[in-house]
């Protein structure tokens, strides 16, 4: 089974490390995760682990979604998210088994994925933090602007139009945002609670996924052996 | 639901021997602090005139005088560098923040005792006798 849960935001609070220090921590709500579906090379060309979260009464579900969850002989879930797995991971699954926080129990480092708040049509300064033009010395009705998009010269947009990605106002937020190697502060088994430092992109009540941390920076990577 | 589950989360880390402290209160609040390998308690004296925030993020504004010039030390009364609290008196007070008493020089810096309600004053001796409820928390404190 590869170290992944879905689950839900629950909120932040504060909690004090053994030496005293404030920690803020996020607290998600993980599992219990069934296996919904199993993928193999041989049915479907790879190797997959769909997990299912969040019971739900049928009439909040779908026909289709209802006859899927009873394959796995499982009630109806709200959330279903596909895990990539090897082939040896897959053979040690079974259709409709139980995934708890245990899995975790041996990490110490986890990523946390989920959907930013939108925050609609957004300026370069909201958006990309530019620094905006001057209030004064003459500036008039161009406070916010980001300013030149583009000129002839080579280095700022050839042939007289914008460079690729030249970054603009748009639409900001409502993307799947990865929070890499985040803290495990505490567990609680009991009440399927895991307690991450930091924030967590999503509203409260919002779905996360969560997975073993893929890569470390160094400090942490040292942090981890150590323990 | 996820209120309680926080509250629940929180609950682990909360203590339970607080004593009542209302804004307005004379109190001594012993601080740990570590300084390289050693450990020791700093008692911080002074007014409350500001109490913030629920559950594990109640915070406590400390005001006090020193060497002419007012400190003001907002601490966080669940942290566990917070070692004790004491109430040694209670002010007459009609408001919730004490702010004004910032631009207080001198005499008019004082408050009134408490002589209404649970809480009159507290002596440091207190018996169970002395009844209010308040009375008996700062004696268990």
Do not use: W
């Not at chain 1, 480092?109 to 300026?123: E, L, M, T, W």
């Not at chain 1, 502060?185 to 996360?208: C, F, I, S, W």
């Amino acid at each position: 089974m590869p170290a992944t849960l879905i689950g839900r935001k629950i909120g932040m609070t504060r909690l004090y490390d053994a030496a005293g220090k404030n920690v803020p921590v996020t607290i998600i709500e993980l599992g219990p995760c069934h296996v919904s579906q199993v993928k193999t090379t041989e049915t479907d060309g790879y190797n997959a682990v769909q997990l299912s979260f969040d019971e739900i009464k049928a009439r909040n579900s779908t026909r289709q979604l209802i006859g899927h969850d009873g394959k796995a002989g499982l009630t109806p879930r709200r959330s279903h998210r596909e895990v990539r797995a090897t082939p040896e991971e897959v053979a040690a699954v079974k259709l409709g088994q139980e995934v708890k926080l245990d899995i975790f129990d041996a990490i110490k480092f986890v990523d946390v994925i989920g959907q930013s708040k939108g925050k609609g049509f957004a300026g370069v300064m909201k958006r990309y933090h530019f620094g905006g033009l001057c209030a004064s010395h003459g500036t008039e009705r161009k406070h916010r602007s980001g300013g030149s998009i583009a000129s002839h010269a080579t280095n700022r947009g050839y042939s007289g139009r914008p460079k690729k990605g030249k970054k603009m106002h748009g639409h900001m937020g409502d993307e799947r945002v990865t929070m890499r190697s985040l803290a495990i502060v505490a567990r609680d088994k009991e009440r399927n609670l895991l307690m991450v430092k930091g924030a967590v992109p999503g509203a409260n009540q919002g779905l996360v996924i969560i997975r073993e941390a893929v890569r470390l920076y160094k400090g942490k990577a040292e942090l981890a052996k150590a323990s | 639901m996820s209120q309680d589950l926080i509250r629940a989360v929180e609950k682990s880390q909360l203590k339970t021997d607080l004593p009542e402290i209302s804004v307005g209160d004379t109190v001594d609040v012993h601080l740990r602090i570590v300084e390289g390998s050693k450990e020791r308690v700093q008692v911080f004296n002074g007014v409350v005139i500001q109490l913030k925030g629920y559950g594990i993020s109640r915070m406590v504004t400390v005001r006090r005088i020193v060497a002419n010039e007012g400190v003001e030390r907002i601490l966080p009364l669940h942290s566990p560098k917070v070692a004790k609290i004491e109430v040694k008196r209670h002010g007459h007070v009609r408001r919730a923040k004490l702010y004004y008493l910032r631009d207080r020089v001198g005499k008019s810096r004082r408050l009134r005792d408490r002589q209404r309600g649970l809480g009159t004053v507290v002596p440091d001796d207190a018996t169970p006798a002395a009844a209010a409820p308040v009375a008996a928390e700062t004696a268990k404190a």
